[in-house]
């Protein structure tokens, strides 16, 4: 466990002192000792995402401090706990906050700005362009609380990030409640606000030495962009300072059959073998992960390393198709990402879930490939574990941070249910959000965003957009 | 054009006079003289999907009659039309409604009943049996119900579908108010109601003879279900009945490559090229269309077929992609559509689109394949087309029908905004349609469904899946 260690134990010792109590008294009834909590969240459903798959009708679950107290039925939670702050959970289903394991956050002002276009045209004629004219800290509060709004509104309660300006979104994650592994970008070539790889790197460094043990919300990490943007040297020096620092590394991997062959020709290895000799036992959040060799996955699972299925813009942009069940078979920890709303073009996880459960079928010819729990496993359990965070998130269970979210169930056309968990992945989508919990604060409640103003970001966002377009239509 | 001929020259009559009038009185201001229309539709963006794809911003519609008198400046549009009825159109998107190609609407009530399995393992265990026991009219009611509001809620205006008791599927949608294709199903085995062959094939002929003209919104048809379960001689028996009464024939064709080694073990023939050998000079709707030859394809065209594309329900079936782009180059009507809700698992036609337009990509590894604008066309322009309705829906135009939905932009996450044919495609879903109409009627206005009571079709649902349920608890 890397995190949330101090949280769990607090929680640990107040279980205890509870359960002595109400033992030592013994005389009265036990709903007269029945402990405070600060909130009590229910669910017609509550799908736990415990290692039983446990789901609970009419269930529940108690918190307090931030953390889960317990999962079980509605009628007993109320019994054995009190509070005056309960959330309802008549026709909704009550589940852990989805974890998107990569992104680029304030690349939702670019959202839709080109589209179907080979890759390199579509980053050599408008991100690149566009991203050394425009990319400053006010852009990037503005679309990371753009990134932000939208992903509380879908359920996304933790998420990795990789963009310029780190410690401004930081700053914004603080605000607006969610949590996030933020990562500093570095690249060997000039970038927004640096020349070349010194800058970026010791202005990364700098980022996470400042971040580290700052907010409980937020882990601080190093982005070096991919093995064919950084060089090995600088790979390597990067590994270094992280495990110094016991920080995480998110960087691109293996994510087109193009980069396969440049690492193969300059290193004469592939990505994956070449990424895991120069961050040799690092935390590493690698994303996209489409081109891994079968012959690496011992070596993937050995190192802990996390793998990102980005399904949505490994299609759009024709990348390919991350072999995720048979990464799943090898033991190797793997989520699911969206990737920056410029190549998705939206930050909604449960598209991402059912693109997942989807296209795996289709590829292989078997429909029994990456059934519906498992494509529901990548964006909470699994997802925590490929992002490092097994033991705090990603299931309803005692001990675990409250990063939950309830889903509305009430609409005819959900109906009827059989089986609550073909529904989340094959019927409901991200609008039935109606509630987003990370740390016991709530963060939306009935579809109202509590933490930030969705009308001033539409505006900013739309005002930055008319000064983008007016540069493509000159350029 | 093979419908609503008379609706178009009624109107055109009634442009004429009032040209006319307005040019001989002169002396007067044009504005004295504001045509009297039923409706005016207006949207930030008017997405005619017109042969020009000419986007109109601040655009309006103009409607009397049922038929979209002009398209335009909602400016213009409010100065030379006038009417009370005036749904506006700040901050949405104004478009053709959806058409759903090929669907099985009543099997809602089937919705995520069993998923991830093997199609034959899917359909013996769960979908024959269940429909064996429990397709009623009764149960055909709720479960058209069901549909026709999820169809209206998501943005369809019009629908081809191929289930049992389609007397009862169409009196729901003249109630309702979705257009729809509705064709009897006919098989070469037992199924529910029929003995077989003889038995139904005369009660589809006897309900195509009855509803022939009888709702101007439904187009009755013969349902062979696929070139596997009818025997070529009772292929032709349909295809000159329906010749006779110029009555489409829907079909499932070319769906898996089983399916082709049957008809090619069978017949000697693929399936694409029996069907057109037995189903000669026919309205043919033929859905799926996996795996047709490309030395097929000009028979195809010629034959004016229509393709219909189902891209979730061919992927989660693991029935492969059917060649849509190659299929559109050569000519080829294509069309998309859901499949029933029990293999999809709902009729939400936007993620048809964005399914669409995000797997063929993947596939072929050109991330330029079904750009947006195309993957858009197949369920307006291009699927109007291809259920031979070309002439009268599909696109925003003077003499169409008045077949149109508005979707909300209001929601920060839907922004910013550069192009909204990108937009309608890869970020907002079917969760932003707040208004359908249909022949000029509203259906749904403000997110409410006018012609369906939501509540009692859920509870009615509800209480078959408990049924069914139970028996499957049992079996």
Same mark, same amino acid.
């Given at each position: 466990m890397r995190k949330f260690t101090k949280k769990s134990m607090t929680f640990q010792t107040g279980l205890v002192r509870t359960t002595l109590s109400a033992a030592c008294i013994g005389l009265f009834s036990l709903e007269t000792f029945a402990s405070d909590v600060d909130l009590i969240v229910e669910g017609d459903y509550v799908v736990t995402m415990q290692d039983d798959d446990s789901i609970i009708e009419q269930g529940a679950i108690a918190i307090k401090d931030g953390v889960i107290v317990e999962v079980g039925k509605a009628d007993n939670i109320r019994k054995k706990y009190q509070t005056s702050n309960i959330i309802p959970g008549?026709?909704? @289903?009550?589940? &852990?906050?989805?974890?998107?394991?990569?992104?680029?956050?304030?690349? %939702?002002?670019?959202?839709?700005?080109?589209?179907?276009l080979d890759l390199m045209d579509w980053l050599t004629q408008y991100i690149f362009p566009i991203e050394n004219k425009f990319v400053t800290p006010e852009f990037i509060k503005t679309g990371a609380e753009l990134a932000c709004y939208e992903m509380i509104q879908s359920g996304t309660t933790t998420f990795v990030d990789m963009y310029f300006y780190p410690e #401004?979104?930081?700053? =914004?994650?603080?605000?607006?409640?969610?949590?996030?592994?933020? %990562?500093?970008?570095?690249i060997d070539t000039p970038s927004p606000g640096f020349k070349g790889w010194n800058d970026s790197f010791s202005a990364g460094e700098k980022y996470v030495r400042q971040w580290q043990n700052k907010h409980p919300r937020i882990t601080p990490g190093f982005g070096p962009h991919a093995p064919y943007t950084v060089i090995p040297e600088h790979l390597k020096q990067v590994g270094e300072v992280a495990k110094k620092l016991s920080a995480p590394i998110s960087i691109h991997v293996a994510e087109t059959s193009g980069e396969t062959d440049i690492i193969q020709s300059q290193y004469h290895k592939t990505p994956v073998t070449h990424v895991l000799s120069q961050l040799q036992d690092n935390w590493i959040i690698a994303a996209h992960m489409v081109h891994p060799l079968e012959s690496e996955y011992p070596s993937m699972a050995a190192a802990n390393l996390g793998a990102i299925h980005n399904p949505t813009s490994n299609a759009k942009l024709a990348s390919g198709l991350s072999p995720v069940p048979e990464m799943l078979n090898a033991g190797i920890r793997v989520g699911l990402g969206t990737d920056g709303a410029a190549s998705n073009n939206n930050l909604d996880m449960f598209e991402e879930i059912r693109t997942a459960a989807l296209?795996?079928?289709?590829?292989?010819?078997? &429909?029994?490939?990456? &059934?519906?729990?498992?494509?529901?496993?990548?964006? %909470?359990? +699994?997802?925590?574990?490929?992002?490092?965070?097994? $033991? $705090?998130?990603?299931?309803?269970?005692?001990?675990?941070s409250a990063d939950l979210i309830q889903l509305d169930l009430s609409e005819a056309r959900i109906h009827p249910? +059989?089986?609550?968990?073909?529904?989340? @992945? +094959?019927?409901?989508?991200?609008?039935? @959000? #109606?509630? %987003?919990? #990370?740390?016991?604060? =709530?963060?939306?409640?009935?579809?109202? #965003?509590?933490t930030l103003d969705g009308r001033k970001i539409k505006e900013e966002a739309q005002h930055k957009a008319k000064e983008i377009q007016q540069y493509l239509r000159k350029h």
């Open positions: 008549h026709e909704k @289903v009550l589940m &852990p906050g989805l974890i998107n394991g990569h992104s680029h956050s304030a690349m %939702t002002l670019f959202r839709g700005i080109a589209d179907d #401004v979104i930081a700053d =914004v994650m603080v605000d607006c409640g969610l949590r996030a592994i933020i %990562t500093a970008p570095m296209i795996h079928k289709l590829e292989s010819g078997d &429909p029994k490939k990456l &059934p519906a729990l498992d494509a529901l496993k990548l964006a %909470t359990k +699994y997802g925590a574990a490929a992002i490092g965070f097994e $033991s $705090s998130i990603g299931q309803l269970k005692t001990g675990y249910i +059989y089986d609550i968990i073909s529904h989340l @992945v +094959y019927v409901i989508d991200s609008d039935q @959000v #109606v509630t %987003t919990i #990370v740390d016991g604060k =709530v963060l939306m409640l009935n579809k109202d #965003v509590k």
